[in-house]
C-alpha cells in the first residue's frame, strides 16, 4: 500500500470515529452533557465551544456558568479538581514580543510549567502597524493594557481583556503621565446560588455581576515627599475618568531603587498589586493601601516594610503568593535575596520566610545575579534573569538553587535585549474565565 492510500485510509479513520463521537454525545440529552461539560476544566471546556453550534450555545450560557461554579462550591458534590491547572501564570513581555509563562507549586516551592507565546491580535489596537501593545497592571484573570496612536501623544487607549475568551473591552482615552503608578482592580458582585437548596448560604457569581475600577497616581513631585497625590479613576460603572486629591496618613517617599516588579522602568511607573479587594502600592520604605471604591479621597493605610537599618537594597519586588502578600528584597552588595510574608495584615506584622545567597545557589559563575540583568523577582522564589553569555531568558528557583526552565524569547542574532521595554504579570485562573464586564456606554 502506498504512503497516499496510507494517509487516505487513516484520515476516513479519524473522520468515522469523529462522527461517531459527534452522533453519541448529540444524543446525549441536556441535563446529563451539563454534567459531563461540568466536570472539565475551564480551558476544555472553552475550547469544546468549537466542536459544534450547539454546544457553543450551551457553554455560553447564563445558566451553564450558574451550574459550573455550583459544582465547585456544593460541598455536597464530589470534589472536583483541575489537576492541569497551575497556581498561577506570568505575562511575560520583553519590547515587542509577549509570553505566557504558567506556574505552580510542588512540594510548596513555585515551579514553571510551559511557556508560549501569547498572541494579542484579537485587540482592535493591534490591527494598525507599528503599535506597540504595554502590558499596565492585572487582576484575576483580566490584563490592562494600552498603547499610543502616536509616539508623542499625551493620551493613551486602554483595553481591559481576557487573554483566554479573547473578550476585551476598550476605555476613553485618558492622559499619559510619565511618574505614575497604574492599578486595575476587579470586583465580584456577590450573589446568592439559584442552584443551592440553602437560600443565601453560597457565594456563587452571576456571569453580569462584575465591575472594574482602573487607578493612575501621579507623583509630579517624585523626588521629593509627597503627602497629597493626584489621582485618576476610571470606573466600569459609569464609564467615566474622573480626577481626585487623595491624601496620604503621613508624608511619602514614593522614589525607590530599581524595581524588579514588572514595570517599565523607562516608562517610570510602578504597578499597584491587588490584593483583599484592595490596591497595594510599593514604595521605598512601606506598602501604601487604597481602596478606590470605600475610600477614594485617601489611603487606607500604611504598612511599614522591614527594612535593615544598615542596609540598602538595590531591587524589590510585591505579589501574592498562596493568599498571602508577600515582598522580595535583594540586597546586591551581600548578594542575598530577602523574601518577607505579610503574617498580620491588620498589624502589619512580617515574617521571613526565605533568606537566600546567591553565591550558594549550584551555578556557575556565568549564572552569578547582578541587578544589571534581573528582569524579574517574584516573592515565591524564581527570579528572570538574562544569561549575559546569550540572549536567553532563564528562570532560576532560588529555594532549589538550580535553574529551573531556559526560554530563548528573544531572536538569538539580537544582540542586546533593551531591559527597559518590558513588563511582567501575574494572573490567576478562575474557576470560570471572568467575563468582561460592557461599560455603560457600549450597553
Request: overall charge negative; aromatic content about 10%; some cysteine.
Amino acid at each position: 500500500m502506498s504512503d497516499s492510500e496510507q494517509s487516505h485510509k487513516m484520515c476516513h479513520h479519524l473522520h468515522e470515529k469523529f462522527s461517531d463521537s459527534t452522533i453519541l454525545f448529540g444524543s446525549l440529552d441536556e441535563s446529563l452533557l451539563y454534567e459531563i461539560l461540568a466536570r472539565l476544566p475551564s480551558r476544555s471546556a472553552m475550547q469544546l465551544k468549537l466542536v459544534c453550534r450547539r454546544w457553543h450555545s450551551l457553554i455560553s450560557s447564563d445558566y451553564f456558568i450558574t451550574f459550573y461554579n455550583h459544582r465547585r462550591h456544593d460541598t455536597s458534590l464530589p470534589l472536583i479538581r483541575d489537576r492541569d491547572s497551575p497556581s498561577y501564570s506570568l505575562v511575560l513581555q520583553l519590547a515587542h514580543q509577549t509570553s505566557l509563562i504558567r506556574c505552580g507549586y510542588t512540594y510548596g516551592c513555585a515551579r514553571s510549567y510551559n511557556h508560549r507565546m501569547l498572541d494579542l491580535s484579537f485587540l482592535p489596537c493591534s490591527q494598525s502597524s507599528g503599535n506597540i501593545i504595554e502590558l499596565n497592571a492585572s487582576c484575576a484573570d483580566l490584563i490592562l493594557c494600552s498603547y499610543k496612536r502616536r509616539p508623542l501623544s499625551r493620551t493613551k487607549l486602554y483595553y481591559v481583556c481576557n487573554i483566554l475568551t479573547e473578550q476585551w473591552v476598550a476605555l476613553p482615552p485618558a492622559f499619559h503621565f510619565t511618574d505614575q503608578a497604574i492599578g486595575f482592580l476587579w470586583i465580584n458582585i456577590l450573589a446568592p446560588c439559584s442552584l443551592c437548596h440553602c437560600n443565601g448560604s453560597s457565594q456563587c457569581v452571576p456571569n453580569s455581576r462584575h465591575k472594574f475600577m482602573v487607578v493612575q497616581i501621579i507623583a509630579h513631585e517624585h523626588n521629593l515627599p509627597l503627602s497629597e497625590f493626584e489621582v485618576h479613576l476610571f470606573s466600569s460603572e459609569d464609564a467615566q475618568w474622573r480626577r481626585l486629591t487623595v491624601l496620604s496618613p503621613r508624608t511619602l517617599n514614593v522614589s525607590r531603587p530599581k524595581s524588579c516588579s514588572g514595570d517599565f522602568l523607562g516608562k517610570s511607573y510602578d504597578v499597584l498589586v491587588p490584593y483583599k479587594g484592595m490596591l497595594h502600592w510599593l514604595t521605598s520604605d512601606c506598602v501604601v493601601v487604597y481602596d478606590p471604591y470605600d475610600c477614594p479621597e485617601g489611603f487606607s493605610h500604611i504598612i511599614d516594610l522591614p527594612l535593615e537599618s544598615d542596609s540598602q537594597y538595590t531591587c524589590s519586588s510585591i505579589a501574592v503568593c498562596q493568599d498571602r502578600l508577600r515582598v522580595g528584597l535583594f540586597y546586591s552588595a551581600q548578594g542575598s535575596y530577602d523574601i518577607w510574608e505579610l503574617e498580620d495584615y491588620e498589624e502589619g506584622k512580617w515574617t521571613l520566610v526565605h533568606k537566600i545567597c546567591t553565591r550558594n545557589l549550584n551555578l556557575d559563575p556565568y549564572h552569578l545575579f547582578s541587578d544589571k540583568c534581573i528582569l524579574y523577582i517574584h516573592p515565591d522564589g524564581n527570579v528572570f534573569y538574562k544569561d549575559e553569555k546569550n540572549s536567553s531568558i532563564r528562570i532560576c528557583n532560588f529555594r532549589s538553587g538550580t535553574i529551573d526552565h531556559l526560554y530563548e524569547l528573544m531572536d538569538c542574532e539580537s544582540k542586546e535585549l533593551d531591559l527597559e521595554r518590558r513588563s511582567v504579570l501575574q494572573i490567576s485562573d478562575q474557576d470560570w474565565p471572568t467575563p468582561v464586564p460592557l461599560l455603560l456606554q457600549n450597553v
